[in-house]
């Protein structure tokens, strides 16, 4: 596995406020890595370091080796950014805007003629860029983040405003560049069930920090029981000090989380004791919704 990202030990103020703390990470080659976190998390703040965007006082960042503020221009050289909006004319067409780019950086006709196919923005590209609507927009952003034929593509909550078919062109383009063009992308969002379609693997931030979160939450097994009397069942729980967690998830249902068989059973066990009567019992594996909530509690 080749690491195109690295991440040491990274801390950056804003002033007096620490908003990352001891950042470590890694992205391999072809990986698609969501970066998930509430409001405030330094999501934003972590990619404006990987792209030189702003400074940080402690730690390094290297990018397909190259140390971000020592070898600044080859760092920036193999990775390509979508940051907040894309950056673009808006009284020059979608293909002026593509050959300007394209010339600024000294792209091949090859790469180029990728791009504009790879937009999907077809005769669209011919129209003024201020009538575009925010899918465009992204559509043309991303081609020209490609232009440069980037090894890393960081993307900040590209699917905001996006509908529906938005969304899934997004995925999809995003599966391509790591299958046909080894690119690996760190890519932002607060919508955890796309991240989920998505990232081969996500990093959760929290407070500046990185979550261990160790993957063994993955691990773990829960069941979603169904009763009536869902009160008496948690009063039971209580009662009998039986060892897991658990959330009311509806009227009706908890969500158990157990490390095993056992527990349920007993779980069963003491409610068939109460006679609360269990009408339905589903199994679940974690999802990242599921992690999001573990890690997150009452912060979401
Ligand atoms: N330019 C700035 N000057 C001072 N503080 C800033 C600046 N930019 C961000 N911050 C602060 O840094 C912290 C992290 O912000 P950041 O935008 O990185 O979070 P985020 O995880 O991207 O949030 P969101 O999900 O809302 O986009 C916040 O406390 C924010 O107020």
Sequence with gaps: MKTIVEVN???KFYGKNKVLSNVTLKIQEKEIVGLIGPNGAGKSTLMKCLTSLVFFQEGEIKICGYDIQKQREHALSVQSSLIEMPGMYPSMSGAANLTYFAKLGGCSEEQYQFVKEFTGLGDALKKKTK????GMKQRLGLGI???SEPKFLILDEPMNGLDPDGVISL???LKYLVEEKKMSIL???HQLGEIEKMASRVIFLNHGEVVDYNEALVQKKFYILESKQI?????TLVNREISCQYQKIGEYQ??????GLNVLQKVLVEAEKQGIEISDIYKKTANIEDIYRQIFKGEA
């Design 9 to 11: 030990n990274l801390t």
């Design 131 to 134: 009538e575009y609507s925010l």
């Design 145 to 147: 983040a490609l232009l």
């Design 171 to 173: 995925r999809e383009s």
């Design 187 to 189: 890519i932002s969002s």
């Design 231 to 235: 009160d008496a069942l948690i009063q």
């Design 254 to 259: 908890i969500l158990l989380e157990t490390s």
